[in-house]
């Protein structure tokens, strides 16, 4: 159970990080 909480708050702040990443190098390149 713990395990698989673990999974998904890892895949959600992954998700999170990488769409803050993209939106602020969409920023620079604009």
Same mark, same amino acid.
């Not at 999974?7 to 604009?30: D, E, P, Q």
């Given at each position: #159970?713990?395990?698989? @909480? *673990? $999974? @998904? %708050?890892? %895949?959600?702040? =992954?998700?999170?990080?990488? =769409?803050? #990443? *993209?939106?602020?190098?969409? $920023?620079?390149?604009?």
């Amino acid at each position: #159970m713990l395990y698989l @909480v *673990g $999974r @998904v %708050i890892t %895949i959600i702040a =992954w998700y999170i990080f990488i =769409w803050k #990443m *993209g939106l602020a190098i969409l $920023r620079v390149n604009t």
